[in-house]
């Protein structure tokens, strides 16, 4: 089993910044995928960003350029830098920790509101 803690989110003004934290803890493995998603009522989650643990990035279009991700290997830890946010950005954001062995197996956050008001 592994659980995740979020921190970080809340409300901002659009053009400003906020900074997201997930750590993994449990039985953590080392080929792992950390990453991103977030949700709006009443619509699928969608990928935001993921990182492998080799270090391979991935971002969805409308945040290339605003938003990075980067990971602590040695924390177990994955965080999203959102730069110049948008109403549009406006979701609660659930952290994604994907191992692949033995099985593919998912765990996620409990989910972090990021407000961006206009």
């Known amino acids: 089993q592994v659980q995740l803690v979020e921190s970080g989110g809340g409300l901002v003004q659009a053009g400003g910044s906020l900074r997201l934290s997930c750590t993994a803890s449990g039985s953590i493995s080392r080929a792992n995928v950390m990453g991103w998603y977030r949700q709006v009522p009443g619509k699928q989650r969608d990928l935001v960003a993921s990182i492998t643990s080799g270090g391979t990035i991935n971002y969805t279009d409308s945040v290339k350029g605003r938003f990075t991700i980067s990971r602590d290997n040695t924390k177990n830890t994955v965080y999203l830098q959102m730069n110049s946010l948008e109403p549009e950005d406006t979701a609660v954001y659930y952290c994604?920790?994907?191992?692949?062995?033995?099985?593919?197996?998912?765990?996620w956050g409990q989910g972090t509101q990021v407000t961006v008001s206009s």
């Open positions: 994604l920790y994907r191992q692949f062995l033995p099985q593919r197996s998912d765990y």
